[in-house]
C-alpha cells in the first residue's frame, strides 16, 4: 500500500495530473468564515444544525447562541460545543461537526513549478496536492520548499515553514504533507548548482546535494583529462558579494552553491 501511494504521488506530480482528494488533511482543516457546516448531537436530533461560519468566525445554534468557532479543526470545535452546551443544557453531549460545503480559499506558488500563480481551493488541500495542481516540478528544482503564512492571531507577522520536499515525494508521508491554510504563500527553490570547467571530460553545471566535495564534483563531471593539474584545482566563489579564488583546493574540500571550480591545464 505504501508503496502504491509513493508510486501515486510520483504520477501526480511529475505529470501534473491533480486530486480532487485531500488524503490526511481533512482532520487538520481549519474552519474558517463562509463554511457551511453540520452539527448534530448524538441522541438530540431536534438541535440538528446546519449553519454557515459568518465573517467573524462565529454560528449561531439552539440553545448556545453565537459560537466562535473560526480557526478551529473540526475536532477542537466540536469539543468547543459540547463544552458550551454542557455547561447549561446537556448532559455530556456528543457533538459531531461535519463541513458541508468549504469556503474558497487562495494559495499563491512560485518558483520550480510548471504553473506558477494564484490557485483557487476548495477543501483541505497539501503541499503536494498543490504542487501537482501547478503541474508539477521543473527540471530546475531544488530540495527545499517554503510556507510563509499570517500568525494565528492575525498579526501581519508572517511566520515561514520549511519543507524538503524531494524527501516529501520520495517518501510520500501523510503526516508531513502539510496541509495548506488560506493566504498561504509556497515557494519552490532552485536546486543548488556548482560550474565545473577546465581540464575535466564533461565541463558542465551540476546539480549538489550539501555535502557534495570537489573530488564528487570532478567525477560528475567525468573525470580529469589527462592535461589535468590535478594538485592546482582553485575555486571561484562569492563571499558577502565579493568573488574570491581559493588556490589548491584539496578533493575532500567541500563545494558552495554558486562555487565555479577550475581545473587548469598541467605544462609539465
Do not use: W
Not at 448556545?64 to 459540547?82: D, E, F, K, P
Not at 564534483?217 to 558577502?240: E, V
Not at 584539496?250 to 598541467?266: A, F
Request: with cysteine; charged share 20%; aromatic share 6%.
Amino acid at each position: 500500500m505504501k508503496n502504491h501511494r509513493l508510486l501515486l504521488l510520483i504520477f501526480l506530480l511529475f505529470f501534473g495530473l491533480s486530486s480532487n482528494c485531500a488524503v490526511g488533511a481533512e482532520n487538520d482543516y481549519q474552519i474558517g468564515s463562509g463554511d457551511v457546516l453540520k452539527i448534530t448531537i448524538y441522541d438530540h436530533p431536534d438541535l440538528t444544525t446546519v449553519a454557515r461560519v459568518d465573517n467573524d468566525g462565529y454560528i449561531l445554534f439552539p440553545l448556545a447562541g453565537r459560537v466562535r468557532i473560526g480557526g478551529l479543526t473540526t475536532a477542537n470545535a466540536s469539543q468547543t460545543m459540547a463544552t458550551k452546551l454542557a455547561a447549561d443544557f446537556i448532559v455530556n453531549p456528543q457533538v459531531s461537526i461535519f463541513v458541508e460545503e468549504f469556503r474558497s480559499k487562495k494559495v499563491f506558488i512560485i518558483g520550480e513549478v510548471v504553473r506558477p500563480g494564484l490557485y483557487e481551493l476548495s477543501g483541505p488541500t497539501t503541499l503536494l496536492e498543490l504542487v501537482s495542481k501547478a503541474g508539477g516540478l521543473t527540471r530546475g528544482a531544488g530540495r527545499k520548499a517554503t510556507i510563509r503564512r499570517a500568525r494565528s492571531n492575525g498579526a501581519t507577522e508572517e511566520k515561514s515553514i520549511e519543507v524538503n520536499i524531494a524527501d516529501l515525494l520520495q517518501s510520500g508521508a501523510e503526516s508531513v504533507d502539510i496541509p495548506l491554510l488560506d493566504g498561504d504563500s509556497v515557494t519552490i527553490a532552485k536546486a543548488a548548482v556548482i560550474y565545473v570547467t577546465g581540464q575535466v571530460n564533461r565541463p558542465s553545471a551540476f546539480t549538489v546535494e550539501p555535502d557534495t566535495t570537489v573530488i564528487k564534483a570532478i567525477t560528475m563531471a567525468g573525470g580529469f583529462t589527462p592535461l589535468a593539474a590535478q594538485s592546482k584545482i582553485k575555486i571561484i566563489r562569492k563571499i558577502n558579494g565579493v568573488e574570491q579564488v581559493i588556490e589548491k583546493v584539496g578533493l575532500h574540500e567541500k563545494l558552495m552553491p554558486e562555487d565555479v571550480m577550475v581545473i587548469p591545464e598541467s605544462f609539465f
